[in-house]
């Protein structure tokens, strides 16, 4: 409990510090803060009132504190350019992006893993030697360049997908459950989801082939050999098993940080996530939805960072089962 | 009686970037059924290299050349890798070293014990469990502690439980690498314990790798002594321990206190074994023997059995009986 | 890594050498060094290979813009839809790309090796602060980072550069501290403080030394990152627009709908170019590490 309990505090403690950024970032960069914030198609009546209600017109530190309180309650203030609040939208993008990334995800680990095993017993070979560069190479090639190509060829060159959003225009549904698992979702999720996932297999694939390796190495593998064991219950259920920790780790901080990393995918494919929303917003001078969304990607990667340490311990029992010995 | 196991010029074969190196070189030996053979010798010297070859479950940068290595009159080096399979752990089991991670450390103890009683013994979970639980009792481990992670385990109980481990499919020989190793004298006398008794009381044949002539002593009937991959002296413990007739061998009894009495004064082996890169020409352990000849360096010894299968492989061994009382003296072995 | 002894510098510089000579003997690293060097060329050459200037819009006839042409010898990657020859782009682009690649490289191996140090070799509250100090860098989500800074002060290439030194210096930080950690308790560190060196004199002329290699391997994957960044944050509209990039032209060929007339010509060669850039960094840090630290893969 100790464990969970520090790793909770830190998570916490990062927030926090996040949080204070943000503030700092946003009131203290040159120029006027309340032009920053404040709407300049007001009246100086509403500009004011703004003023008054997010306590502009008092000294930093109370600023910050009333910022602070504003956070713990949720508000984030509303939309220079959307006239609505910030936690509202943020809300209704994240389940996009939360939907982009755990399906590239899941398709890139699912492949990982088991092309990284491959190539762990394929080792010294020449199959090793073309892969493991064509790998590294999508490791390095820029996510929105994968998703060009995708749309000149998939969109636009054969036309079997949309070019872009999250829906067919005029399409409508009765929650936002229906939408989620619709076709014609699914049928827009398709194309941003292969770019996202090219880029992302690369990771796991060779963490899985280098734990493999290592693994393979130990004792224990040499031990049931000797108890002749099958093959296939030693890739299986001991080498692969020991080796997906590190791997499952991995997934966990990758939701935090592709839900950041998105940002270029979902502008290439008009993905109406929270990446694309920030994008829009800076660019907009919409600084409340630029802060709320910046927000949130913090909220969700650090949430991620703790989730993974959680999940290390979960699944190492050398971590959660303490020594009795 | 036909001996369980009869290895004859046995030699495997590292390929390195530096060339070949022969970690064992024609090593002969045989183990009788029944009985504790321990195989002795520094490390490096091709004692551990032997017992894995014999389970064959070697790196794959080795080669097992030579032969045959008969296990009841079958020879396990033309059997392919589907019949030795089959002979593993059924008939023959390994006890591995404490110090390395041989438990893997995500799954229960005794679901590891278990998984081999399922796959290998063709028996159901429950007959496995209660098979595990009887095995621990064996080895004198609390059952509730099979469901325990392998961290949890001190090193005595890993090692009892390897021990365990290996009597899971009652097999007929027992390969153990250094079983004691690692763990403190009281604990190793502990384990030699339950080793001797279960052994005694399966007429189990074992194989006891180990660097220290006084596990030797204390826990077998046989023993086989190995320099730089060759075997150098074998025959009966009371034989080899108090009539050597290698001076490796004398040298060896020199260096380690005794299990029994205290430290007294231990006298070194001077030097390091030869580069099995390039070992010398003569007889191996020439270049550190203060009995060396001319001809130690020019000519190999073979290993010659003489009375009552005591064999030795030196080439002064029938002066053996003079030149113990000056191998028992310090300044013989300094230079 | 060798004792450092008297002159522990010495040593650190045969350190750099043998990094050197390692790229001899490793295939990844070799060509990974390979395509530093052609990149570093061609930046400095630009002026020299380009057919035409970068940013000059190019006509056919009179008031005629020569949008969209295809390959040839003349526009050997075609022109731009704003008539701008796309080959003499891609040259140019590359001197951006050594600018961030480098001074980033150099910012991160540089914090992060000084805060390492200090971290590891003093420990107490200065270690605690720096490490609390990155974990808050790694929850801080690094290219609406970029964006936001970028947005805040003003979009170009120093922000970028600035920002992937303050986010990525972290991993550096951590593994020089481990290795500081060790280091300190070596012989000749020992043997330093007793014969009276002062603490900053045992910190630079002994500790750093063989803690040198680190921070180049780190440095080495930090080029790939900070190219890739400024790559992602030019596409966004955040880079300097007064300066031809790789990552301009890509946001330039989506601006244009390049894709959907299908001009691979045009791009096609950018996203290339910074993939093979990147992969020469990933190769160079593989193989030193395969070398230099055969512990950590193996």
Known sequence: MGYVGQRLIQAVFVLWVVATLCFLMFRLMPGDPTLNYIDTSMTEEQRQNMLVAFGLDQPLYVQYLIYLKNLLRGELGNSFLQGRPVLELVLEALPLTVALTLSALIVAYIFGVIAGAFLAWKRGSLTEGVAIPLVLATRAAPEFWLGMILLAIFAFGYGWFPSGGAASAGAEYGSEWERLFSLDFLYHLLLPALALAVYLQGLPLLLMR??????????????ARMKGLS????????????????????????????????VVVETVF??????????????????????????????VLVLMNLVADLLYGWLDPRVSHGRKG | MEDLLSIRDLTVRYRTSQGPVHAVDSASFSVPRGEVVGLVGESGCGKTTVA????????????????????????????SERERRALRWKEMAFIPQTAMNALDPVYRVGRQIEEVLVERGGRSRSQARARAEELFALVGIDARRLDDYPHQFSGGMKQRASIAM???????????????????VIVQRQVLDVLKELQARLRLSVVLVTHDISVVAYAC????????????ESGRVGDVLERPRHPYTMGLNNAFPDLERAAGELVPIEGSPPNLLDPPKGCRFAPRCPFAEARCVAEEPPLRTEVDGHAAACWRSDEAAALRPLAGEAATWRR | MAPARPSAWRTASGQIGRVLRIASRDWFALAGTLIYLALILVAIFADRIATHDPSEILYTGRYRIARNLPMSWDHLLGTTHGGRDIFSQLVYGSRSAVVVGLTAAFCVAAIGTLLGLLSGFFRGWVDTVVMRLADVVLGLPFLPFVIVLAALTRPGTATIVFSVAVLLWPNTARVIRSQVLTVRERAFVEAARVTGCSTWRILFVHVAPSILPLSFLYGSIAVGWAILTEASASFLGFGDPSVISWGGMLQDAYASQAMGRGAYNWFIPPGLCIVLVVLAGFFISRGYEEILFPKLRS
């Open chain 2, 221 to 232: 009937d046989r023993v086989v002594v190995m320099y730089a991959g060759r075997v150098v």
């Open chain 2, 52 to 79: 894995r070859a014999v389970m064959g479950v070697v790196p794959r940068t080795a080669d097992i050349l030579g032969g045959p290595v008969l296990f009841e009159g079958r020879d396990l080096i033309r059997l």
């Open chain 1, 270 to 299: 008009s993905w109406p996530g929270l990446g694309r929303m920030l994008v829009t917003a800076v660019q907009g001078s919409d600084y409340p939805l630029a802060q709320g969304a910046f927000l949130i990607i913090a909220a």
């Open chain 1, 210 to 223: 280098s734990t493999m390796l290592e693994v393979m190495q130990d004792e224990f593998v040499t031990m």
């Open chain 2, 166 to 184: 290996a009597l899971a499919l009652e097999p007929k020989l027992v390969l153990a690498d250094e079983p004691v190793t690692a763990l403190d």
């Open chain 1, 231 to 262: 093959e296939w219950t030693i890739v299986i259920r001991h080498a692969a098993r020991n080796a997906l920790l590190p791997v499952a780790t991995a997934f966990a901080l990758g939701i935090g940080g592709s839900v950041g990393g998105n």
